[in-house]
């Protein structure tokens, strides 16, 4: 009779939709963590905040029915506004891509009753979940290493995108959150080569 907490996040970078999807969750058991996983689900075309989002949800679900037993008590928390709700009943699923998701999860929490276990979810805002959501940007960083990609973390939760000054022509690193955040980097200019 043990009370488990699931909190999962998804990302979608450096832009929504079409970027790198990745996730993360993090599985507790009272205030002690029993797993923390993390990944992507590729890039390119189908890739929403909105579909990694459920694919974190999934993933961290998959373990709990694996690892919980009848009587025990699971609150899995998101901060997505749209994944919980559609999961509470409170907001309707209109778009087929999501449906499909949807279907998994909720098919994946039926189980996980059947197993005797009592679930339910819960938004939460985003600096409540900062774990999941470190862990799916460790996700996107080894991401972009594997795939030699120039991106660089910012320290809001975006990505440093490489830039052009339409100006200047000189080439930047701006959010991928601008202009929520406006945080920039400059490029480093190689050295010219000695003469
Ligand atoms: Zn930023």
Known sequence: MDAYSLYFDGACEPKNPGGIGTWGFVLLRGKEVIAQEYGNIGEGEGVTNNVAEYNAMLMGLQLARDTLKSGDKLVVYGDSQLAIKQMNGRYNVNSDRIRHFYKLATSMAKVVKQNGVSVSFEWIPREQNEKADELSHTAFVEYCAAHGRDYHPCTCGGTLVKRTNRKTGGSF???????????TKEVEVACPSSE
């Open 173 to 183: 690193y701006g959010c991928s959150r601008y202009p929520k955040c406006k945080k």
